[in-house]
């Protein structure tokens, strides 16, 4: 069997970067991005873990990206584009609309998009060749997906956003002729997409340099499908489930479930995976490639999809009537261990497991996630309690999918509230902190808490709402409600239960 990737205890927070304060409609890569690297050293803590750090899709969600590979540009620190001249005192003046608590994606993307476009203008003007050459450099070596998603998105532009294959034929079937016309005649629009990835990668690379070197390590995170308007499909349809017209038969989904009657029908085109291994998987492996470029270890979302994914008609209402299909299974993660020979892989292992799913699982010794909102509702056996716990695996409260454990504990069912009581050995009081301390003391060699619960916050400030289209991804919290005895509550917790890097400090001395 393999060598776990987790060998220490540690303890970590779940915040997507959009939930950081700052002063232009959302949180960034900016200063407030650094203070909370800070604040979690200061709390004991060793891990951030954020959602796709990609661009978004539809309903702002980080995981319906428009590529597998480009950086969300929302998340670009304007302050930093103005430190190199590209951007003015003026262009830093933030919309008055903005506000502290919600992110206003309608506000955000024109204001933000404007101040790049600006900031890409000037960079393209001046004459500062060190940065130029960086800006060279940077779009060679990420070329191979780098021009595609340029070209998909100056030609979504240019179409006002419809579906690629709503686009004139040629460009749907990528006939070069129509491509080198759109390169020659929109080469501005493109090198602006491209200078906003570097923008993207340079401080997002500076940002995780000084997590880890403050000794904080980042979890990603890697849907497992791709949005169907997006630079992959578009440029790689040959790997994913079309018909002729380059529209899906079927979509990706999941039967109805805790979170849903009706299941959830995401709308993903679904991969060909008998093409996927023709050529050895080399889509996948460059994308986890390049995820790990971005972060320490990463967790795949929907692992159990790789076994088997529920199939769903494209035209189906809802995701009632799909049907399991077998997925690749170990064949990729053979592939996988070949290119990455200690798989840094988180198996986001929830919804309908199956025992084929917990064998591919454990077959690469992957840690699987527990979460503690789930454990109370079967009684003494349900495996998300801690006392079932083995010690690969990564715990939560509840992630960005649940609701805040305030919010949970207000809408449960009395039975399940006597027995956590019992369970916790406690009242109703801070009944998020009891289950905090109960994750923490666990044998799981990680444990992570939603920002939320750390702050003690109720259901208004959940950040999803899995089958909602609507008023999701917005959340973000301020720094006064950061209350100094949450911090140091943390920091003795992380350090009792030997999470704390301090602990290890101690255990040395």
């Not at 080469?187 to 997590?211: G, V």
């Not at 998300?384 to 083995?390: A, G, I, R, S």
């Not at 695996?393 to 006597?418: C, F, M, P, R």
């Amino acid at each position: 069997m393999d060598k776990p990737i987790l060998e220490d205890r540690g303890s970590g927070i779940l915040l997507h970067p959009t939930s950081l304060p700052g002063a232009f409609g959302s949180g960034d890569f900016g200063s407030d991005a650094y203070r909370f690297v800070d604040w979690l050293v200061t709390a004991g803590q060793s891990y951030w873990q954020v959602l796709p750090i990609g661009e978004i899709g539809p309903g702002n969600s980080p995981y319906m990206s428009s590529s597998a590979f480009a950086g969300s540009i929302l998340l670009v620190d304007l302050v930093e584009l103005s430190s190199h001249g590209w951007l003015n005192s003026e262009d830093l003046v933030p919309h008055p609309d903005f506000r502290p608590d919600r992110v206003d994606f309608t506000l955000l993307r024109p204001f933000r998009l404007e101040r790049l476009r600006r900031a890409a203008k000037n960079f393209f003007a001046s004459s500062h060749d060190d940065m130029h050459r960086l800006y060279m450099e940077f779009c060679i070596t990420e070329s191979k997906w780098l021009d595609d998603y340029a070209l998909f998105m100056t030609i979504a532009e240019r179409e006002n956003w419809r579906d690629w294959n709503l686009w004139p034929t040629e460009l749907i079937h990528r006939e070069p002729q129509a491509l080198r016309l759109v390169q020659k005649t929109c080469s501005d629009e493109i090198d602006f997409w491209k200078f906003c990835q570097w923008c993207f990668d340079r401080q997002w690379s500076r940002l995780r340099l000084y997590a880890n070197n403050h000794g904080i390590r980042i979890i990603g995170d890697v849907p497992i499908f791709v949005a169907y308007q997006s630079a992959d499909v578009w440029s790689h349809q040959e790997l994913f489930a079309l018909d002729d017209n380059g529209r899906p038969n079927v979509v990706a989904g999941v039967p109805p479930d805790y979170f849903s009657e009706t299941g959830q029908l995401w709308g993903n085109p679904l991969f060909r995976w008998d093409i996927h291994e023709k050529d050895g998987y080399a889509w996948w492996i460059d994308r986890l490639r390049h995820a790990l470029q971005q972060a320490d270890l990463v967790r795949i979302d929907h692992f159990r999809g790789f076994v088997a994914y529920w199939e769903v008609a494209a035209d189906a209402p809802n995701a009632i009537n799909g049907k399991w299909v077998t997925g690749p299974s170990e064949k990729l993660f053979e592939a996988f261990k070949k290119a990455f020979p200690h798989l840094p892989i988180i198996a986001e292992d929830l919804g309908l497991i199956t025992p084929d799913v917990i064998e591919l699982r454990d077959k690469f010794n992957l840690p699987g996630m527990r979460i503690f909102q789930f454990a109370f509702a079967e009684g003494e056996s349900n495996h998300f309690l801690p006392h079932h716990y083995v010690p690969n695996t990564i715990a939560y409260t509840g992630t960005h999918d649940n609701d805040t454990t305030l919010g949970w504990w207000n809408s449960v069912s009395e039975q399940e509230k006597t027995f956590a009581r019992h369970y916790l050995g406690c009242d109703d009081q801070d009944i998020h902190w009891h289950m905090m301390r109960a994750l923490s003391k666990s044998v799981a060699y990680i444990v992570i808490f939603p920002m939320q619960d750390v702050l003690g916050l109720s259901s208004e400030h959940r950040m999803n709402f899995p089958g909602s289209q609507h008023g999701n991804w917005e959340w973000r919290f301020s720094w006064n409600q950061v209350q100094p005895e949450f911090t140091q509550a943390l920091a003795e917790m992380s350090l009792e239960f030997n999470r704390s890097p301090h602990a290890a400090e101690q255990h040395n001395q």
